[in-house]
């Protein structure tokens, strides 16, 4: 089981930075969505892997670590929030651009608009 | 146990003053105002009193829920976060009535709200004792920040803003990567309590105490913007409000803090499992972010992407100090700190300043001189001296400090701050003559005579604050001198958590 979940981890990981790495805000934020998805899954497994095990103390032996368990929560309610805020970015910046790149060319950079 | 609940106030004030505006004032700019000048004034008063407190007193720790420590969530006052809360809340003060006299909190929503939220995870992120507690704060202060950055709209901030985000999120996974790797050796994320488990793990959890480590140094380098993670910077705080730009001047800082806090506490330089191996990627680290910034000072292109190479140039020099890890260089460190970003915020500030007031950001080819020329223009010189590390401002003693602590490697580390301070030099006197000198040769007049009393007097007033800063250059240093040590004899702080005491 632990080179299953090994292997889930690196595999999502490798998907999450090769999607990252492309051009457009959608694939970069499906890529940083698979990599939230590994880390989450890493978070869970810092407790030990435990089959049938309560995360509770005395109802099974041996019982599973409660904590990695509540820190994956706090990280999966973070990890939704910021994704939701960078696809209204995205949605936004799509809008104002006319075209989803990520990259900025020289002659749209610094020219903050001048405003009276 | 004097402050007690006191410590909690720089994080619940400002979250609750956000919420009441969110709620009750939607849409009154008038209240939000004079709400958000009230609770950055309080959190200035708190701040100074919780400093009194760290000061008189040993470390104290403030139990959420009253779960005792490592179960439950600990907030830790010491020298150095009431230092940071502090700095924090005096910048903030400025900020915010720079933004109440330009008009830029007019320009989108929420510009108020956001702001008291940035406080609040910064402010908790300084305060807190717990390493997972960290990462939710470093959220807390990274969302508003995203909030901040895109204010007031427009395309390319927008797109801007959406590679600071990626670029955030990507370190966001790395701390979450590095702490579920600290809990599993040690199965602990107090960091008091890690203080006390690290030294006697087994020889054979040193290699995943070694990949943790530099796991969060990694992160705190993305925020802290030291190279090679420091691209996202420039174009980030170009491309934000000038407002923002400078508080986001303090955001760097938290890099800094967290570095310290954990190479002197976590991973000491005594820790046999990491040794001397933060130093050795950090020291070398700092001194090329110094040479870039420098170098992206001499070259930049416009006045705000100026200033933003000169705040990585300054984060070069602090982590210089930082990364040697001993007494001596962090109190300069510290001192240096203190001083970087409010000069950073000071000369974010008169950019944007010039910026609004002139026909084109760029400094290549001429522009008609702009509106109070003359005052502006003597604002960028005090910013600048202070930025380059002329005397007669802070700038210079912070660098004299770091140089003094470096006596043994003159070689390699005097040359390059004193050659990166020239090419400095240089590149704020080229920027300085073409905004001001080269718009004064054209007999034009300004077409923008806007007066923003309450902007130069935030201006003015970070600046008073470096003089400040130089005059008690004495006093201040002693004192940080005192802390550096509290530092490196962390058995105060740890005292302060009652592991396994309370009941």
């Known amino acids: 089981m632990e080179a299953l979940v090994a292997s889930a981890i690196g595999l999502l990981t490798a998907v999450g930075i090769y999607m990252m790495l492309r051009l457009r805000t959608f694939p970069v934020i499906l890529g940083l969505t698979f990599l939230s998805y590994a880390v989450n899954l890493f978070i869970f497994v810092s407790g030990r892997l435990t089959v049938n095990a309560a995360p509770i103390i005395g109802r099974t032996e041996p019982y599973a670590d409660p904590l990695p368990q509540a820190l994956v929560l706090t990280a999966i309610v973070i990890s939704f929030g910021m994704t939701a805020v960078l696809m209204i970015m995205a949605i936004g910046g799509n809008l104002e651009a006319g075209h989803d790149r990520v990259n900025m060319s020289d002659t749209d950079d610094d020219t903050p608009e001048v405003q009276s | ?503």
Request: proline fraction near 5%.
């Open chain 2, 1 to 503: 146990m004097m402050m007690s609940h006191w410590i909690i106030a720089p994080v619940v004030l400002p979250a609750l003053v956000a919420a009441l505006m969110v709620i009750t004032m939607r849409g009154d700019l008038v209240l939000q105002r004079v709400a958000g000048v009230a609770s950055t004034l309080m959190l200035t008063g708190i701040a100074l009193a919780l400093l009194w407190a760290a000061t008189t007193a040993p470390p104290e720790a403030y139990f959420l829920g009253d779960w005792p420590a490592p179960f439950g969530i600990v907030l830790v006052l010491d020298r150095l976060s009431a230092l940071m809360v502090a700095l924090l809340a005096l910048l903030a003060l400025a900020v915010v009535l720079y933004a109440i006299g330009s008009g830029w909190d007019t320009k989108g929503a929420h510009f108020h709200p956001l702001l008291q939220f940035l406080l609040m995870g910064i402010g908790g992120a300084f305060l807190t004792g717990d390493a997972f507690n960290l990462f939710v704060f470093f959220e807390v202060l990274l969302i508003a920040s995203y909030g901040l950055m895109v204010h007031a709209g427009g395309g390319t901030r927008t797109r801007a803003g959406i590679q600071y985000v990626a670029f955030n999120l990507v370190g966001s996974s790395l701390f979450l990567i590095a702490l579920s790797l600290v809990y599993a050796v040690t199965g602990t994320l107090n960091m008091a309590d890690l203080a006390v488990k690290l030294p006697t793990l087994p020889e054979g959890d040193a290699a995943l105490v070694r990949v943790a480590a530099v796991m969060l140094i990694l992160v705190f380098a993305i925020k802290g913007a030291l190279v090679p993670l420091q691209f996202w910077l420039p174009g980030t705080y170009a491309n934000a409000p000038g407002v923002v730009a400078a508080m986001f001047a303090v955001m760097t800082k938290v890099g800094a803090y967290a570095t310290i806090r954990f190479g002197t506490l976590v991973f000491p330089p005594s820790l046999s499992a990491t040794g001397d191996l933060l130093s050795s990627l950090i020291l070398p680290a700092g001194l090329v972010t110094l040479v870039v910034g420098a170098i992206g000072v001499l070259g930049a292109s416009t006045l705000p992407r100026l200033v933003a190479f000169g705040a990585i140039a300054s984060m070069g020099t602090a982590f210089i100090a930082i990364g040697a890890f001993t007494p001596a260089t962090t109190a300069a460190a510290l001192y240096y700190i203190v001083h970087s970003t409010l000069a950073t915020a000071a000369l974010f500030l008169v950019a944007d300043l010039v910026t609004r007031r002139r026909a084109h950001p760029r400094l290549e080819g001429t522009a008609p001189p702009i509106a109070q020329s003359g005052l502006i223009a003597s604002l960028y010189l005090a910013a600048a001296v202070a930025m380059a590390g002329m005397p007669p401002l802070s700038g210079f003693i912070g660098k004299l400090l770091i140089l003094d602590a470096f006596r043994d490697q003159t070689a390699l580390v005097w040359s390059t701050i004193l050659g990166s301070s020239f090419l400095m030099i240089l590149g704020y006197a080229r920027a300085g003559s073409r905004v001001f000198w080269k718009a004064s040769a054209l007999e034009a007049q300004p077409n923008d005579t806007r007066a923003e009393p309450l902007a130069f007097a935030a201006t003015i007033g970070l600046l008073v604050a470096l003089a400040g800063l130089t005059v008690l250059a004495g006093p201040i240093t002693d004192w940080l001198t005192d802390t550096a040590a509290a530092l490196y004899a962390p058995d105060g702080y740890i005292t302060a958590n009652q592991l396994g005491q309370k009941g």
